[in-house]
Nanobody, 126 residues
Framework: VQLQASGGGLVQAGGSLRLSCTAS????????LAWFRQAPGKEREAVST????????LYADSVKGRFTISRDDAKGTGYLQTNSLKPEDTAVYYC????????????????????WGQGTLVTVSS
């Protein structure tokens, strides 16, 4: 049971990246998904969450209007489209999953998720 995150890289400010998160060993359709990020010297923070079937999406204020979370359960994959990137978006981005039935908050903390990807580094140059 694992998640594999990919799609990170080096991009100039104003650019875009599409991050992917592919599940293996379990079926994604009953799991809530989330993206977190952790910048050097900072705590891990929630970026965006999506419920099963994409019914509800939420975003941190810092990325609202620039990032879009989505999922394709047939492919067992979640996505984070990041646009208009800023240097302060530089971080390791992690995807996480948990059974939707266990999620009790609209913007859960990292503790709510029991399956994590390995992280993918996004570096935004000014």
């Amino acid at each position: 049971v694992q998640l594999q995150a990919s799609g990170g890289g080096l991009v100039q400010a104003g650019g875009s990246l599409r991050l992917s998160c592919t599940a293996s060993g379990f079926t994604l359709d009953t799991y809530a998904l989330a993206w977190f990020r952790q910048a050097p010297g900072k705590e891990r923070e929630a970026v965006s969450t999506i419920t099963t079937s994409g019914g509800t999406t939420l975003y941190a204020d810092s990325v609202k209007g620039r990032f879009t979370i989505s999922r394709d359960d047939a492919k067992g994959t979640g996505y984070l489209q990041t646009n208009s990137l800023k240097p302060e978006d530089t971080a390791v981005y992690y995807c996480a999953a948990a059974p939707q039935s266990t999620i009790t908050s609209s913007m859960p903390t990292a503790r709510a998720y029991n399956i994590w990807g390995q992280g993918t580094l996004v570096t935004v140059s000014s």
